[in-house]
């Protein structure tokens, strides 16, 4: 609908224009167009006229034909380019590029949107022209161009071809074009990079984050091993932090002292130990050593006889370990268990040959007495007992009879008849 609009304007304004063409501006000419009073489109009839140039400004009175209102108004001179468009008034006079080549005054007939119509003023070439306002403005062409960069704004300047102003347009700033340069890899610590801009040559850092991961930890102090646990230090090599790890105790490196000790006899000994570290305790056994017995008197067991006088079992001695309870007999003879008499000491750790030999020869003498003569009831201690009464019945009857010089009686067998007095064992020997 505007389209049509615009183009029946168009239509009106050539055939308007085609009319005055060729014509002089003169009062009573009649101009289509917008009227400033009524605002309807129609015929406007110049009434005055004064042209502007350039250093004065000139007048227009016009009347309506169809409101009949006259209005007048100043008007004024423009060069070849109209700006800004918004001050462009009827009546103003511009310089146009005439189809003749030449560059003529032209008067402004009429406004309307975006389109202008003109006329020109020169006596030779008095043609119409409408066209858009953009053909009136300025033409402008890109003359030079400075690039900006990243330290300064750069320019355009642009020229009109038809007036030779010129205009400056800014470029603005581009961003560095950073490049890295060098690196420090971050660890524990951070890190950085240093960039350079390959137009300018300036220098920026950025950081990169520490890694707290990355320590570089060196062992410090390392206790030695022992049956306690202990703590290992670390320090890192690159920001001296440092920390610590358990070091595991080892169970085998104790520091033993040994506390007491009971000595081996026939039954094992021990050693008692204490670790000066830790004070745990340890026994260890000492192996009983063989043959270490101590052997006391334990019972003396009297001969057994049958109703009849006939003996059953031999007298004998029991020894005892009085450490173990190991024991062992000793026969003493059949007759009686003796007058065994124990002298209770202590044992002395003493057991050589001489007591072993002194107890065989003993025993064997009171085996002899317990032994029964063959053919008779009775043993031989009681037939050397009879003897020995019969010896003395005879040394009295020669004391009182008068026999001298006896022999010597049996004074040992006696001795050890009646006394005998029998150390006290250190070898088990058995018979
Ligand atoms: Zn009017
Ligand atoms: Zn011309
Ligand atoms: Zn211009
Ligand atoms: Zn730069
Ligand atoms: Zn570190
Ligand atoms: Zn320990
Ligand atoms: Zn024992």
Redesign the pocket.
């Known amino acids: 609908m505007k389209a049509l609009l615009v183009a029946f304007y168009l239509v009106v304004t050539m055939v308007l224009l085609s009319l005055v063409a060729n014509a002089g501006l003169a009062v009573g000419d009649l101009f289509y167009t917008s009227c400033p009073v009524c605002g309807v489109s129609t015929n406007l009839r110049l009434e005055y006229y004064l042209q502007p140039t350039a250093s004065n400004s000139g007048s227009i009175r016009i009347s309506c034909v169809r409101c009949n209102s006259s209005f007048s108004r100043v008007t004024k001179y423009w060069?070849?380019?109209l700006?800004p468009l918004s001050t462009l008034g009827l009546g103003d006079v511009i310089l146009y590029n005439c189809s003749c080549g030449k560059i003529h005054p032209y008067f402004v007939l009429s406004l309307d949107g975006s389109y202008l119509g003109i006329l020109s003023l020169d006596s030779n070439c008095k043609y119409g022209v409408s066209a858009p306002f953009s053909s009136f403005?300025?033409?402008?062409t890109e003359t030079r161009r400075t690039p900006a960069t990243c330290t300064s704004t750069g320019s355009i300047l642009s020229t009109?071809?038809?007036?030779?102003?010129t205009k400056t347009e800014s470029i603005p700033i581009i961003s560095h074009r950073w490049v890295e340069f060098s690196r420090i890899p971050s660890t524990c610590l951070p890190g950085s990079v240093v960039y350079t801009c390959s137009m300018c040559k300036k220098t920026k850092t950025e950081s990169i984050p520490a890694n707290p991961a990355a320590h570089t930890w060196t062992e410090t102090f390392r206790p030695p091993a022992t049956c306690l646990p202990g703590t290992i230090n670390y320090t890192c090599s690159a920001c001296n932090q440092t920390k610590t790890e358990p070091l595991s105790a080892d169970p085998t490196a104790h520091a033993w002292t040994e506390t007491s000790r009971t000595p081996a006899t026939c039954l094992p000994g021990s050693i008692n130990y204490t670790c000066s570290t830790c004070q745990d305790t340890k026994t260890e056994t000492i192996p009983a050593k063989e043959n270490a017995h101590t052997y006391d008197v334990a019972e003396i067991v009297p001969a057994t006889y049958d109703p009849d006088g006939n003996l059953l079992t031999a007298s004998y001695i029991r020894y005892a370990c009085t450490a173990c309870g190991d024991s062992y007999n000793t026969s003493i003879g059949g007759g009686s268990a003796g007058p065994i008499i124990n002298d209770g000491e202590g044992g002395d750790g003493m057991g050589d040959a001489t007591a072993t030999l002194g107890k065989t020869f003993l025993s064997g003498v009171w085996a002899l007495f317990g032994i029964y003569v063959p053919g008779f009831s009775f043993t031989f201690g009681q037939m050397w007992l009879g003897v020995l009464l019969a010896s003395l019945s005879i040394l009295v009857i020669r004391m009182m009879f008068g026999f001298g010089g006896g022999p010597r009686g049996e004074s040992p067998r006696t001795s050890s008849t009646n006394n005998p007095k029998i150390s006290k064992e250190r070898r088990h020997d058995e018979f």
């Open positions: 060069g070849t380019c700006e403005s300025h033409s402008y009109c071809s038809r007036c030779n102003k």
